[in-house]
């Protein structure tokens, strides 16, 4: 009869044989898989790139909610330095400085995940920008904005050159910090604009620093070739916000609408409007406004504007077609009011009226009055009536 110790003993050696087979085993099945992966990666390695976009794009809708919101910002941030710090991994393993096999073997995945911050950036600008703007000019941008996220999914095999890298780097940061600073700091001017493209600068400056740490006397000439895309991006921005056709973020026209009468009715505004016919299911306002001797017209608008942006001042340009086709400002000194508080979902709500107004085409032109940024335009035909509408219909606002 064996003795209790050797038992013990033989139960022992035999649950490590089935433990050291069972691992055994296991590295066999990791092998295989992670085998198996990677020829399914090499299989549909080239679309990667489009799936690292269309997750980027997916979890910034999913997550970004305001362009004032603190923890949206900081989630852009992160994006940002960590775009900038995987672009110095690239540049450094490009370069041959680092030569860690974990990292240099696994380049593909660092330029993936890069594609993921720089899809999640650009899609995030795509989605604010495109609330803020206003007019035609202004899709100008958000076109650059989407063509650049293409490029930056479909041309995936040239993100690794450092040159193309640094450029869609800087307008990613610069894109960003035309909205970061004025929420931060809740100015929002010509300065500010100029301010982010330099802090850019800076931004993209130190990484190059870091790619080119110790060797920059020799690659004076590869330097200065990388310098002038970011350059040349600076002053086409600086052109386009002069030309308007940057669109005014972090503001944004929410509404606006044409109407009879606007009353203040406890914390909502009533607009009154003529009765829509039972099929015109989209018309909300008077923007083909029947007018009466004695009517008075009414321009409503609701303006996003962030958290602590106060006293931020607008204008509310009439502007009547003329018979040569050209838009004039019918007032030397246009309406203006002051956002006395943002933060509000639905934006600062506020109005312009106009009386004794002549049939035509017209339009309201909404801007901020410190540099004429151009909101929104709200489109108004005058038709010349006896006798108003009888039947009338009430929102609140």
């Known amino acids: 009869m064996l003795k209790p110790l050797e038992v013990f003993r033989q139960k022992t050696h035999t649950y490590r044989q089935a433990y050291a087979t069972t691992r055994q085993k296991g590295r066999v099945l990791f092998q295989q898989k992670k085998q198996n992966a990677e020829q399914l990666y090499q299989r549909y390695e080239k679309y990667v790139p489009l799936a690292a976009f269309i997750s980027g794009f997916a979890w910034d809708s999913l ?19 960590a775009a900038g710090i995987l672009i110095a991994v690239i540049g450094l393993i490009e370069r041959g400085r680092l030569r860690q096999s974990r990292l240099v073997t696994r380049l593909h995945w660092i330029t993936g995940i890069t594609h993921f911050f720089l899809g999640g950036l650009l899609s995030s600008y ?55 600073l004025p929420v931060m700091t809740h100015k929002m001017n010509a300065l500010m604009f100029i301010c982010s493209g330099l802090l850019s600068f800076v931004v993209t400056g130190a990484i190059v620093a870091v790619i080119y740490f110790g060797g920059i006397q020799q ?51 009533a607009v009154r409007y003529s009765q829509p016919r039972w099929w015109q299911v989209w018309r909300n306002d008077d923007r083909h406004f ?36 050209d838009w004039i400002s019918t007032e030397p000194n246009p309406h203006k009011t ?11 709500r506020s109005y312009s009226f106009k009386k004794n107004i002549t049939p035509g ?27 108003p509408p009888q039947k009338m219909k009430i929102d609140y606002r």
């Open 290 to 325: 029947a007018y009466a001797p004695g009517d008075t017209v009414y321009c409503f608008t609701a303006i996003f504007s962030p958290t602590g942006f106060a006293n931020q001042f607008i204008v509310y340009d009439w502007q009547r077609k003329n018979a040569a086709g």
């Open 63 to 81: 997550t970004l909610t305001r362009i004032d919101s603190r923890l949206d910002n900081f989630i852009l941030l992160a994006y940002t330095l």
């Open 361 to 387: 085409k017209w339009r309201i032109e909404v801007k901020t009055a410190e540099e004429q940024r151009l909101l929104g335009r709200i489109p108004l035909e005058v038709i010349q009536v006896e006798t």
């Open 219 to 269: 690659a004076r000439r590869e330097l200065l070739d990388m310098a002038w895309p970011p350059v040349v991006i600076f002053l086409a921005l600086v052109l386009f916000y002069f030309l308007n056709w940057i669109p005014p973020v972090p503001l944004a026209l929410k509404s606006g609408g044409i109407y009879r009468t606007v009353k203040k009715v406890g914390t909502q505004y």
């Open 126 to 180: 795509v989605v604010f920008y495109f609330k803020s703007a206003g007019v035609g000019k202004s899709f100008i941008f958000i076109g650059l904005l989407v063509g650049l996220m293409l490029a930056n999914e479909f041309f995936a095999a040239r993100l690794r050159n450092l040159k193309l890298l640094c450029a869609v780097y800087f307008f990613c940061c610069f894109a960003f910090l035309t909205f970061f």
């Open 338 to 348: 002051a956002i006395k508080e943002g933060g509000r979902d639905g934006g600062w």
